[in-house]
T-cell receptor
Framework: EAGVAQSPRYKIIEKRQSVAFWCNPI?????LYWYQQILGQGPKLLIQ????????DSQLPKDRFSAERLKGVDSTLKIQPAKLEDSAVYLC??????????????FGQGTRLTVV | DAKTTQPNSMESNEEEPVHLPCNHS???????IHWYRQLPSQGPEYVIH???SNVNNRMASLAIAEDRKSSTLILHRATLRDAAVYYC???????????FGAGTRLTVKP
């Protein structure tokens, strides 16, 4: 079974530039999450999608971050413009629909972003 | 705003059992208790989950207190490959939310 795919694995950009991350969840998974993980901390939820609708984006810095999941499958997360403090690993995860007893989430390997 | 409390770090000797505690005093009746772990340079991976009863799988056991306000992840024989950060998470199946705390960093000594 294919897992959650993320690209790129690594990205280095200068501050004030823009960057985009891509995530392909496991087939059939309706729920998709994006997380930001700063070194030494636990993952911080940025946004949660249910199919192509946003369930929770309360911790997404909307002045510079945006995310979309147009057809309820793949998703992209964009940062524009990037700041030094955005340096982190960006993780994507997916799980089955809400209400199912087994809500195991599967994570990609993440994209490590360095802003210089 | 994590709803769980875990020790920052724990140490274990190889091939000995490890008990990782988690407090979740504000747990609701519908919250499932999930455990994930994150190996170095990897995304988190699922370990085990439960609702009320103790659970066992090939990776670990989960012991849930009768009042559900705490739980313990048990690794029966720690190996060097079990060195990771372990996260205890409460999940509401109706919302399917998933918020991490700081977790417990487990060090396994040979």
């Amino acid at each position: 079974e294919a897992g959650v795919a993320q690209s790129p694995r690594y990205k280095i950009i200068e501050k004030r530039q823009s960057v985009a991350f891509w995530c392909n969840p496991i087939s059939g998974h309706a729920t998709l999450y994006w997380y930001q993980q700063i070194l030494g901390q636990g993952p911080k939820l940025l946004i949660q999608f249910q199919n192509n609708g946003v369930v929770d984006d309360s911790q997404l810095p909307k002045d510079r971050f945006s995310a979309e999941r147009l057809k309820g499958v793949d998703s992209t997360l964009k940062i524009q413009p990037a700041k030094l403090e955005d340096s982190a690993v960006y993780l994507c995860a997916s799980s089955l629909d809400r209400g199912t007893p087994s809500l195991v989430a599967f994570f990609g390997q993440g994209t490590r972003l360095t802003v210089v | 705003d994590a709803k769980t409390t875990q020790p920052n770090s724990m140490e274990s000797n190889e091939e000995e059992p490890v008990h990782l505690p988690c407090n979740h005093s504000t747990i609701s009746g519908t919250d499932y208790i999930h455990w994930y772990r994150q190996l170095p340079s990897q995304g988190p991976e699922y370990v085990i989950h439960g609702l009320t009863s103790n659970v066992n799988n090939r990776m670990a056991s989960l012991a849930i207190a009768e009042d559900r306000k705490s739980s313990t992840l048990i690794l029966h024989r720690a190996t060097l490959r079990d060195a990771a950060v372990y996260y205890c998470i409460l999940r509401d199946p109706l919302i399917n939310d998933m918020r991490f705390g700081a977790g417990t960093r487990l060090t396994v000594k040979p």
